[in-house]
């Protein structure tokens, strides 16, 4: 079964705070993604990579970064966060290669961010 | 303009009864469309993936139908269960130079005993 693993299920933090949260999957999938999910809003992707090193930016990156450096590994970044950042954020991965999107998704379980 | 647009918003059910839940796009070129189903704090999971050229597909009770001329799919839910109550949302891919998930809000479903 592809696993798909988040650091944090809950994480409160306060405006202006730089955030990490933390996506690891151990099937050896080539691309993964960093969404986020508000009510009424459905899923918005934020950013993907399809290898290690190679970003790209979806429909809402203002206010995020990200990180791969290990191929099973991708970081979101807040650098500074702001209220408006409260949100449920999911990473999901799929094997694809080449970029396309495809393949299946499979998605983690999701980390409810709130920031006061 | 790509939209992917569910309804209902929300369904409340009783155990062992069946339902529908419909999912119309305006999105193209088309690639797929996806039903995935979430619970409540976790990630969504699939429950079909269709091709252009498929029109229906089964996963246990669940039955996915797609018409590509009219841009509707449905899900078909029989028999329910406690743990059908979900999220169910339908996931469009457009495919034109490079590809593009388009969500669907989702419907919300509650099944009660």
């Known amino acids: 079964d592809v696993k798909v693993t988040q650091s944090s299920r809950y994480l409160v933090k306060r405006t202006g705070e730089k955030v990490f949260l933390e996506c690891v999957q151990d099937?050896?999938?080539?691309?993964m993604f960093w969404y986020r999910q508000d009510p009424g809003l459905g899923l918005r992707l934020i950013y993907f990579?399809?290898?290690?090193?190679?970003?790209e930016k979806g429909d809402i990156p203002e206010g995020y970064s990200v990180s791969r450096e290990k191929k099973e590994r991708f970081s979101l970044i807040l650098e500074s966060a702001s209220t408006n950042q409260t949100s449920m954020y999911l990473c999901a991965s799929s094997l694809e290669e080449g970029g396309t999107l495809l393949d299946e998704q499979f998605f983690g379980p999701g980390t409810r961010l709130t920031v006061l | 303009k790509n939209q992917v647009e569910q309804n209902p918003q929300s369904l409340i059910i009783l155990e062992g009864k069946n339902c529908t839940l419909q999912c119309n796009y305006t999105v193209s070129p088309f690639s797929n469309l996806r039903w995935y189903k979430q619970d409540t704090g976790r990630g969504p999971v699939s429950l079909t993936i269709?091709?252009?050229?498929?029109n229906t597909k089964s996963n246990g009770r669940y039955t996915a139908t797609l018409d590509a001329d009219t841009k509707q799919s449905s899900l078909h839910i029989t028999a329910s269960q406690l743990s059908d109550s979900a999220s169910y949302i339908c996931?469009?891919?457009?495919?034109?130079?490079?590809?593009?998930?388009?969500f669907g809000t989702g419907t919300r479903l509650q099944v009660f005993p």
């Open positions: 099937m050896d999938h080539e691309n």
């Open positions: 990579s399809y290898d290690v090193k190679m970003k």
């Open positions: 996931v469009v891919i457009r495919s034109y130079n490079t590809d593009k998930l388009i």
């Open positions: 269709m091709t252009f050229s498929e």
